[in-house]
T-cell receptor, first 121, second 109 residues
């Protein structure tokens, strides 16, 4: 149990285009999902916390108009990188947990998707 | 402020034991996590400590001292596949994970 999928696993796009990344919890309901960005040889950087049915909470320094997050259902959150530029090239990882219960994991830990590698040319 | 400190890189020999230390400062405390991350992949959950003491899980053990704000991950009988980054993360009173920068563990034959 507790499987999180991401789609696509990798994407290459031209500068100025928008890219949508999907994060799905496959066998549990995720009231909370997290979006991270990770540059090479660096640790995870939390971008935003996405709560089902409400607006996402963005970390300081993350542009909410550039990184649009939608968490319209209990199993799906999407991150759209708008007007992507080469500096947005990174590994984007989502994670999910059911904040209502510890049913998914005994420690209510976050379960991570496999990540999406974005390359902007 | 909130902070997690862990060494940047460590090297160990196959078959040996290695201990990766982590010190943390969080606003409130709801547990300490260790995750393993292989290059180009997402992190995978290794261990969780919320009470003082040692939690053993096969070749991996994790220790916590809340009074010292200190944890370590102990890896025994090292295998080449253990070469990865090990991420320490403290969970604060808002259930937010505060991540360390990760320790890259290099295993040599």
């Amino acid at each position: 149990g507790a499987v999180v999928s991401q789609h696509p696993s990798w994407v290459i796009c031209k500068s100025g285009t928008s890219v949508k990344i999907e994060c799905r919890s496959l066998d549990f309901q995720a009231t909370t999902m997290f979006w991270y960005r990770q540059f090479p040889k660096q640790s995870l950087m939390l971008m935003a916390t996405s709560n089902e049915g409400s607006k996402a909470t963005y970390e300081q320094g993350v542009e909410k108009d550039k990184f649009l997050i939608n968490h319209a259902s209990l199993t799906l959150s999407t991150l759209t990188v708008t007007s992507a530029h080469p500096e947005d090239s990174s590994f984007y990882i989502c994670s999910a947990r059911d904040s209502r219960t510890a049913r998914v994991g005994p420690y209510n830990e976050q379960f991570f998707g496999p990540g999406t590698r974005l390359t902007v040319l | 402020g909130q902070n997690i400190d862990q060494p940047t890189e460590m090297t160990a020999t196959e078959g040996a034991i290695v201990q990766i230390n982590c010190t943390y400062q969080t606003s409130g405390f709801n547990g300490l996590f260790w995750y393993q991350q292989h290059a180009g992949e997402a992190p995978t959950f290794l261990s969780y400590n919320v009470l003082d003491g040692l939690e053993e899980k096969g070749r991996f053990s994790s220790f916590l001292s809340r009074s010292k704000g200190y944890s370590y991950l102990l890896l025994k009988e090292l295998q080449m596949k253990d070469s990865a980054s090990y991420l320490c993360a403290g969970r604060d009173s808002n259930y937010q994970l505060i991540w360390g920068a990760g320790t890259k563990l290099i295993i040599k034959p």
